[in-house]
């Protein structure tokens, strides 16, 4: 005989299914055992065999059990019922199984994990919608919530760290969907002395790693590239869909694994023309190509520009992304100059950037990983918010705490 202790998860006439977190149990039900107090969600201890329960004692009684989930935000308001009764444990161990890996792979390879502010200066260099915090020790100021360590990863390449790593929280105030959170986690990434090849070679060991420890799955190497302008053309996205790519490149099929077909994107223009303004297409350090050619020439096309840039396609999601960096302050002041931006606002948003660049910083780059995604897809979500155990709703508001107040 043995005890269990769990939650109820389905009662029918004849049996019962309870979990324990982890594990899953599916009993018959003895004859001489009455279940008229018992309700889906019940914290309960069993006494069974062989599959069979001999015994039932409730020890905590669950809160209106049968309308919790009936829309979203109910399930997000109760979401560590609905995570309990749908197996969610075991879904966050296939995260916390890859946040270990990851940690092991950067380690191995002689990273160092350097953690960098998430309070502070608005930049925009991402998105113009932005978390903003006031603090009562300083008045009439305000920080930002950090878009990305972009600057700071760069400045630790200025310090003397050669190979850096970190898991960040990044934040943009906008709508969310499918694939985009307002509060999301990336490994971040960033290598002194390197070449966009370096950068590739580490992206895709990493994500090979990953795949083979979590799926057990072994990708093809090396993964397919793509243009950017070429799959523009073609596809109207930089980011298509496995269908989508082996109906325009049969010969993909060699490429693919089970269900997965992983590509970099390569080449991405400098700028495009967001309503009638010049904008990047990447961040305004990414590092363009050529940049002898045009930086002498005002009236040289932008769109003609591309960057040192890349970024890793699963399954028509983008995992990650990156890019060489911007390593001289001459060319840095110039991209900013040809964004629209003064030499006083330069030197008012940028003054920590402008400051690395002018002591004698080692060329660099990096990439980005999205965990939140990468998860997403190891752990077969149709949906990015599945893979947290308290999500928000796209729009921001948590039912479960009752944020923002």
Not at 22 to 31: D, G, K, R
Not at 224 to 233: D, P, T
Not at 292 to 302: A, G, S
């Amino acid at each position: 005989m043995k005890n269990i202790k769990g939650w109820i998860k389905e009662i029918n006439l004849s049996r019962l299914k309870v979990i324990d977190g982890f594990q899953e149990y599916n009993l018959c039900i003895s004859s001489n055992i009455s279940l008229l107090d018992i309700s889906i969600g019940d914290l309960v201890e069993l006494e069974m065999d062989n599959e069979v329960m001999l015994n039932i004692k409730l020890i905590n009684k669950n809160y209106n059990s049968k309308s919790l989930f009936e829309t979203e935000e109910e399930v997000l308001k109760w979401k560590f019922v609905h995570n309990r009764l749908n197996g969610f444990c075991s879904d966050l161990q296939v995260k916390s199984n890859m946040i270990f890996q990851s940690m092991k792979f950067f380690n191995d390879l002689g990273f160092t994990f350097v953690e960098t502010p998430i309070l502070t200066k608005s930049i925009k260099e991402y998105s113009n919608n932005e978390f903003r915090v006031i603090s009562d020790l300083i008045q009439n100021k305000e920080y930002s919530l950090s878009q990305s360590p972009q600057v700071f990863k760069q400045l630790l390449m200025a310090s003397g760290i050669k190979k850096y790593y970190q898991f960040v929280r990044n934040f943009r105030a906008e709508i969310g969907d499918e694939t985009h959170l307002q509060e999301f986690s990336q490994i971040d990434i960033e290598m002194a002395y390197v070449q966009v090849e370096d950068i590739l070679e580490v992206f895709e060991s990493y994500v090979c790693e990953i795949f083979n420890s979590i799926l057990s799955l072994q990708l093809k190497r090396p993964f397919l590239r793509f243009e950017y302008h070429e799959l523009k053309e073609e596809f109207g996205t930089d980011s298509p869909s496995n269908e989508q790519v082996l109906s325009k490149y049969p010969d993909s099929k060699h490429y693919m694994v089970d269900e997965f077909l992983p590509y970099f994107v390569i080449n991405f223009p400098l700028v495009e023309v967001n309503d009638g303004k010049v904008v990047p297409v990447r961040h305004i350090m990414a590092k363009p190509s050529n940049s002898e050619d045009w930086l002498k020439n005002e009236n040289f096309n932008l769109l003609d520009v591309t960057t040192h840039s890349f970024d890793l396609v699963i399954k028509g999601i983008e995992i990650g992304g990156g890019d060489l960096r911007i390593d001289n302050h001459q060319v840095q002041t110039e991209v900013l100059k040809r964004y629209g931006y003064s030499q006083e606002e330069i030197e008012l948003l940028f003054p920590a950037l402008m400051r690395g660049l002018k002591s004698a910083i080692p060329p660099h780059g990096g990439f980005a990983i999205g965990l939140d995604r990468i998860a997403m897809i190891l752990m077969k979500k149709e949906d990015i918010k599945n893979t947290l155990a308290f999500p928000r709703t796209d729009e921001g508001y948590c039912p479960l705490s009752g944020a923002p107040s």
